[in-house]
């Protein structure tokens, strides 16, 4: 058992920055704006750490796909107490196009180059909202999943998590090796502070290329267009109900 | 004059503060002016335990920050994700 745990985090932009759709519709701008590493993947890390602080695993290794910038990414994550970073090189189109399926080929990949016995995700990204990666991941490797975790304790050889999900709590027991998605009461992550940065320096960051990997990045999915939501209409105040009605029949609602 | 022994932490805490600054809400040039002042406003104090008590009241104002950042975000992912 190598007691290794491989954590994926994703740069993203940051989380209170306004989004804005690019003018060709294509995209959203992200040059020049502000990225950080995704909260959900923050509550990943820092349950790994949690669990190498208790002794439970031997090694946190932080994971992410992506061009040089995400390798900043992964130094938040050392900061934060993981031991060492695997940098995916994904640039350009390739990382246009860089989808849950892809990233999960990857991980797949490296949690059998790695021996690992536990991949800890976030359970989504705050910008695609994807929510997928952790379940493909498992799919592919074929081991047991605990998504949605607001608690996680390790049991042995096995894991008891409890899942956020619709209508409250389930608490399922799994096998390991097994994948694990973070919900957002799992932990309270660290903030990674400059003395912790500073100390993770020394921290080392692998780097290594998909195809190295034997994984294919070609995205099944196209973008067609993005856009703006609609803009909210402003309500309209009526003074009886029979207003009311007479309004919501003019509309074709009733 | 001859430096105090207790520089280097105060020059310690004064990076740190700073860092911990570039997230401020009302923005980190407001921070960093701020923090600028507060450390300016003390530099002839000479008294040990006097420097170590302010060094200790800067170090609650980094946990104050911290706490400040997460709940911002926090209370962002509750919103935007969960249902009340």
Redesign the interface.
Known sequence: MSGRVLVGVKRVIDYAVKIRVKADNTGVVTDGVKHSMNPFCEIAVEEAVKLKEKKLVKEVVAVSCGPQQSQETIRTALAMGADRGIHVEVSGKDYETLGPLQVSKIMAALAKKEDAQLIILGKQAIDDDCNQTGQMTAALLDWPQGTFASEVTLDGDKIKVVREIDGGLETIKINTPAVLTADLRLNTPRYATLPNIMKAKKKKIANVKPADLGVNLTSRLEVLKVEDPPQRQAGMKVETVEDLVGKLKEAGKV | MMANPLRPEVV?LY??LL??GREYPKGSDYFRARLRAAFTKNKSVQDPEQIKAMIARGEYV?QEL?AL??L???R???K???EE
């Open positions: 310690r990076k740190n860092y911990l980094a911290e950042y997460y911002r975000k926090y962002a992912m509750k935007r994700y969960y």
